[in-house]
């Protein structure tokens, strides 16, 4: 399955699979309805299909990244 040029499913840029940035916090949450946080991770909604899930994140810098579906 090529899915190279597919919207990111966590940052809802296009670009390679492999080389998803994360997100900034403003970005995450104009994304994301946040449910809570746990350790290292986060639990979210993803606003565009209601789909909900994780994303872990780094504290400094604040990145969020890898939306994983529950
Ligand atoms: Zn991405």
Do not use: Q, W
């Amino acid at each position: 399955m090529d899915n190279e040029s597919l919207e990111c499913g966590t940052c809802g840029l296009i670009h390679e699979a492999r080389k998803c940035p994360g997100m900034d916090t403003d970005r995450m949450r104009a994304r994301f309805d946040v449910l809570g946080f746990g350790g290292g991770c986060v639990v979210v909604v993803r606003k565009s299909d209601g789909a909900k899930g994780s994303l872990d994140f780094d504290n400094s810098p604040r990145v969020y990244r890898d939306f994983m579906r529950a």
